[in-house]
């Protein structure tokens, strides 16, 4: 296993958790599958506003970047007015939603992929 | 089309490190650089040890040069995307590589970082960050090598075993203090390596040797490293105007950025508007330059290369000129003279704290920069002079008084 995979998983899970809640989500679901390759992070939520998902979007898509496994990813989680989403989509592969009886399923993939082979 | 796909993928760092090479084959005898480069890899880089004093200009940009090559390449060699971080690692090895970073000093720390990679069994690219800023407690090594009245026999292998251990401990050391400024210090390796600095000096003090800083300086090429600058920043222009001719309507997102960690411009950007604000924060330091009649030395340069370093990664003008003009102005109404090494290079390493401005305004930023100004003439006797990034040092303790306080105002506000 990687270092601080179940740490990193659970920092992202409370940035998205803050992030989510900041913007008048009161009520969330969220799951967790922690495999041995691959994280899947999924938050349910009601009647999702574009601008949220467009936003989350943008940050969670643009890329993972393998050198901030090690560093900076403890800010996640820290700071109570502020969203850090621009380092959970250096951490993560990416995000995609799904609608349905209007509920927005936001689902995150982490692959641990990243240890020496 | 290939050379903008080029400076794209790489941005410019090469064209850095040969034009550096080749000035410093221009400018003075080989054998009279070789000699000042052999004094600059046998000094002990405490701080100030600026290495125009030390070797001479030819060697010191020889040293420039080299440490990017090295660097460089393990870059390229990894296949790692040069982006605002890399970029920002990259530039201040060079310019610290005028004041205390040579290739003697930084690869043991390199080492311990790698070996903290094999033994966690993780990707060394996943350290890469901490491998470069971690060049900045060098000293610790070439002090304990040449410059601590041990015998060299013992001393060569305790420096290169000191350097190795505090690489091998550095990587979680880094990712926790981040914490404690909640990213608001831009230099934040520079505040974990002062308190590592603090215990090393107090260890050495324990058996009778001595760390205390130097203020070795040489202001004999204010005027080529004045055209060097004024190239390097015009180049950044010219090229970001060369990859997008309407580069300067997408530099607004910069502006609007905070620059708290991590904020990588080239990232959130682009690389246009990423290189744009680099030439332009150039420009910037070098008016600063004129107006205050700073005369350019090693750790003057340093500082300059270090600003257009993070202006790839959270600095530009709107949240570093509120931090500048507090530094300014603390040393304006006290007892320092303003164009003094100690005022200058807090000026240009003040703007550790320019994400404190981005966040909460170029008031709170001004008085952020006239804390800061105080703080770091208290914590460079403290360290000893090992922790290069002194001023990245103090601004983790300016920043963690700050933002709590500033933090709980604006939910009171909410």
Redesign the interface.
Known sequence: M??HEIKKNCKIVNELLMYLMRNSFHQIEMHIDYQTDESVITFIVDECPSEVISQMAENLN?GR???????????MG?????N?L??IG?LVDGIHFEEKNGRTKMIIHRKHT???K | MRIKNYLSGKIVVPFVFIFLFTLSLFLDKPMNTLIGYFNILTSSGLLISDYLHIGGLSASLFNVASLLLVYFSLINHLQ?KV?G??FAGLFTIAGFAFFGKNLVNTLPLLSGIYLY?LY????I??????ILFSTGISPLVSFTMFDSGINLIYSIPLGIFLGVFTGFIL?PF???T??FH??YDLYNIGFAMGILALIYTAGFKAFGIIVSPVNLISVDYHWILFSVLLLFSASFIIIAYMIDNSVHTAYTLILEK?G?????FI??AGLAPALLNIGLMGFLSLIIVLVLNIKISGPVIGGILTVMGFSAFGKHPKNSVPVMLGVTAAAFLSHYTLNSASVVIAIFFGTALAPISG?YGPVIGFFAGFVHFFVVQATSPFQGGFDLYNNGFAAGFVAAVFVPIL?SF??EE?
């Open positions: 990687a270092l643009k970047r393998y050198e901030f496994e090690g560093y900076y990813w403890e800010l820290e700071s109570d007015n502020t850090q621009s380092i250096m990243f240890l020496k | 790692i982006t971080p890399i990679s966690h069994k993780i990707d690219r996943n350290v890469m960050i901490i990587p880094v990712a926790h981040v914490k909640s990213g905070s708290r960690l991590v904020t990588d990232r959130e966040k933090e604006r939910k909410e």
